[in-house]
């Protein structure tokens, strides 16, 4: 194209610039766009060519590559497959795992590949477990792993899991020889050590001591509760401590009993944590050493002599019953009867102590003729035995020839055997003729008695009525026949509204149902003037029964003695404040009286002969008695009046009881009794009124004295216990009777004893007065010829005695 260009230049370039001069621009354009084309063609037509060409090398070198990567995992492909070894890889697309390799039948591990992977199948559980488990940790963090499994048919298979190139790979190669017996010896001592220490764990947790000792005798191992009976902190230090559980006399016994395969086995008394116990010695020895338990039982012991202590109990029991009772065991042979069995039938005793069976024991009895007569006594008899093989108890009639009726209970023992019971019934089924006749008798009586009496079903509806129902409430007999309801009649009884409020009350607790039914007892006054009791008394069916008794006389006369013993208190109050004015007015002479009297015996004033001197200390003693018989009677109407007060304080108990001694040691030296005192030295003080617990004593005592023996004793003792103080007076004197005992703390109530005079009979009940004020309490004891004792307890603080009282 260059030469061409070359040829025809000038008439070309002529020619084209006549053509240019004639084109115009647009022409110009289209014409360059062609150009342009056209060299983009040739340049792409070039580029092509010069990219098949190296795309034909590349290709070419590729297929050699893919030829010799093929030919490298053929190989490794056959070395894989000619190692008895299985290899599973997986590459992490979700694809199913290449596997390699193959594994003789006998190593137990499957060639499908799908129950190759299936591992529980081929695996046990328990190496199954372990290697998903192992994988998993290989798949999550890519712990490498190395482990031994055994498969279903009992052989072993070497499994390692590693991670390669972002592929997870297992290898499972069997084990042959000496590392297939490694790996059982291993697996074997793995079992062994399990159940070792499972046994180990199981030892440890029960009660029961055991130990194990090696050849030498040397304790290598024990439980918990060898430990504890041996008294060590745990079971570590007993071992390394070697302490011993059997004493010395155990291990000779066990020494000298131990049998020939190197058993032994007794029960023997050790004392285990500090306590005297029976255990069950189990201990076994070889030449590599020896292993025991000991099983504490005391209880089992304890249990069975308690056992034969209820059957000899039960045994006792049923001799004392009136109803004979044998049993016999399952193989038909009698094995206890009591002692009414014996005497019913009155057999051999040396024939009962055979034991023998239930036939022979039948047929001992028909040939003493103490059998019921029978037609045929065979098929009577194996009716009879029948009882053995029966579920149920079993219930016959025994009418005797000597006229004696039985009642025989056959009752089978779950675990075999049978319990006869012979009840004679003769007596019962006389009180049951009797007792037929007796009711008889007893709705003849009811019908003849004066109080009515009704009875009502648990329905509402009269059951029973006696004449004397009717005549009171004038019910017709044709009515009462009827059996009406209650409320019948109450409607046909009623007559005020008194009554018929009473019948309305009846009639609820007739036909109430209230679940706690109790009997109801009231009054009722009639419109003609009679007054009834009636009552209801529930029935054990349900009924109630309805009782209605005429008290009007009753009535009358409680009402007079009533008004009588209002008269009669009117009079003791009367008598009372009578008692009251004459004291008050007697206190102020006597008080006069008593100082002349002592003005006339002080010489100061003259001297008197000794008659007058006497006289003088006669005059004394009696107007010193009066006026303390006077004082106790203005301290009583004190009391009655409610205006007493307690002067309360601390007051010390031993000093108040000598003091109230020091003032009877006169009247103590004339009468010669001797006065013992039991004051604790710890007594201490209580709060309380000192004169008045002097008062208290001084009048107990002198009670005592005047109502012993001479020469006699009176004691006097204290004590304290919960915040009480208890002072207890006892004489040996005379005693108190049994009727006037009750009635000693009442007012001028005393007896005459022996030589001396009774009191004014006012002491004991000032005592009683002044303890219950203190908020303590009085106790009489007395016996005649025995002496009196009388208890008063004092509260050692009263503030808190009133404080739980409130509560």
């Not at 008895?84 to 590459?91: C, F, K, L, P």
Request: charged content about 25%.
């Amino acid at each position: 194209m260059a030469g061409l260009g070359l040829s025809c230049g000038p008439a070309a370039a002529n020619v084209l610039a006549d053509t240019t001069a004639a084109i115009n621009p647009d022409t110009m354009i289209l014409f360059g766009a062609l150009g342009g084309m056209c060299a983009f063609a040739v340049t792409a037509a070039i580029a092509l060519v010069r990219h098949r060409r190296q795309s034909a090398q590349l290709t070419d070198s590729l297929e050699k590559e893919k030829s010799d990567l093929k030919f490298r995992v053929d190989r490794l492909e056959a070395m894989l497959n000619t190692d008895e070894q299985r290899v599973i890889v997986w590459t992490g697309n979700g694809a199913m795992p290449q596997i390699w390799g193959i594994l003789p039948e006998k190593s137990g591990v499957p060639r499908p590949p799908v129950q190759l992977l299936a591992f529980g199948s081929w695996l046990t559980a328990k190496c199954a477990s372990d290697l998903e488990r192992h994988l998993d940790m290989l798949f999550r963090t890519g712990e490498a792993f190395s482990t031994t499994l055994k498969t279903r048919t009992g052989s072993y298979v070497e499994a390692l899991g590693r991670t390669t190139g972002g592929a997870v790979v297992l290898r499972l190669r069997d084990l042959t020889g000496e590392r297939q017996m490694q790996a059982e010896l291993a697996a074997r001592n793995a079992k062994i050590s399990g159940e070792l220490h499972m046994l180990h764990a199981l030892l440890d947790a029960m009660p029961a001591p055991a130990w194990q000792r090696d050849a030498e005798g040397n304790l290598t191992w024990a439980n918990a509760a060898y430990a504890e009976a041996v008294e060590t902190k745990d079971a570590d230090k007993a071992v390394k401590e070697g302490a011993t559980f059997l004493d010395a006399a155990a291990r000779t016994a066990m020494a000298v009993q131990r049998t020939e395969d190197g058993c032994f086995n007794a029960r023997i008394p050790i004392v285990a944590s500090g306590e005297r116990r029976v255990f069950e010695v189990t201990d076994v020895n070889a030449n590599v050493g020896g292993a025991g338990i000991a099983v504490d039982i005391s209880e089992l012991e304890g249990a069975k002599k308690e056992l034969g202590r209820a059957e000899e109990f039960h045994g006792r029991t049923l001799d004392q019953l009136a109803a004979a009772v044998a049993i016999y065991s399952s193989d038909k042979k009698l094995q206890f009867y009591n002692a009414a069995f014996r005497q019913m039938w009155d057999l051999d005793p040396a024939f009962l102590e055979s034991h023998p069976e239930d036939g022979a024991v039948l047929d001992a009895l028909r040939a003493a003729r103490k059998l019921p007569e029978q037609a045929d006594y065979r098929v009577w008899r194996n009716k009879m035995l029948e009882s053995y093989q029966s579920l149920e108890a079993r219930e016959s009639w025994w009418h005797l020839p000597d006229g004696r009726t039985l009642r025989v209970i056959a009752n089978p023992h779950p675990q075999g055997g049978v319990t006869y019971i012979y009840e004679n019934v003769t007596e019962q089924l006389d009180l049951e003729s009797r007792y037929n006749a007796l009711t008889r008798v007893q709705g003849e009586t009811l019908d003849n008695l004066s109080e009515a009496v009704a009875v009502f079903g648990s329905d509402g509806r009269l059951r029973l009525w006696n004449p004397a129902f009717g005549r009171i409430w004038n019910l017709e007999e044709d009515q009462l026949a009827e059996l009406p309801h209650v409320k019948a009649v109450l409607s046909a009884c009623t007559l005020s509204k008194t009554e018929t409020e009473a019948w309305e009350q009846l009639a609820g607790n007739v036909t109430g149902l209230v679940d706690n039914r109790t009997q109801k007892v009231s009054r009722l006054e009639r419109h003609n003037g009679d007054v009834l009791d009636y009552a209801t008394v529930p029935l054990p069916d349900g009924g109630t029964l309805v009782t209605f008794v005429d008290v009007t006389d009753s009535v009358n006369v409680e009402r007079a003695l009533l008004e009588k013993n209002e008269a009669l208190q009117q009079a003791d109050q009367i008598k009372n404040a009578f008692i009251q004015h004459v004291s008050y007015e007697l206190r102020s002479p006597l008080t006069n009286i008593i100082g002349f009297a002592q003005l006339l015996a002080d010489p100061k004033f003259g001297d008197l002969s000794e008659k007058q001197g006497e006289y003088a200390e006669y005059i004394q003693s009696s107007s010193s008695a009066l006026l303390a018989i006077i004082n106790d009677i203005l301290d009583l109407a004190t009391l009655d009046a409610g205006i007493m007060e307690l002067d309360l304080g601390e007051v010390d108990v031993a000093s108040t009881v000598s003091a109230a001694v020091e003032g009877l040691k006169d009247r103590l030296t004339e009468t010669q009794i001797s006065l013992r005192t039991h004051v604790p030295e710890d007594i201490g003080m209580m709060i309380a009124d000192e004169k008045r617990l002097r008062q208290v004593l001084f009048n107990l005592i002198a009670n005592a004295v005047r109502y012993s023996e001479a020469n006699g004793v009176v004691d006097v003792s204290c004590s304290r216990e919960d915040d009480k103080v208890t002072f207890i007076v006892k004489d040996h004197g005379y005693g108190i009777p049994a009727e006037i005992l009750t009635q000693v703390f009442n007012r001028f109530v005393g007896h005459d004893t022996g030589a001396r005079r009774q009191g004014a009979g006012l002491g004991l009940a000032i005592v009683k007065s002044f303890v219950e004020l203190h908020g303590g309490t009085v106790d009489i004891e007395s016996a005649e010829g025995k002496g009196t004792t009388v208890t008063c307890v004092f509260p050692a603080r009263p503030e808190l005695a009133d404080r739980a009282a409130a509560e």
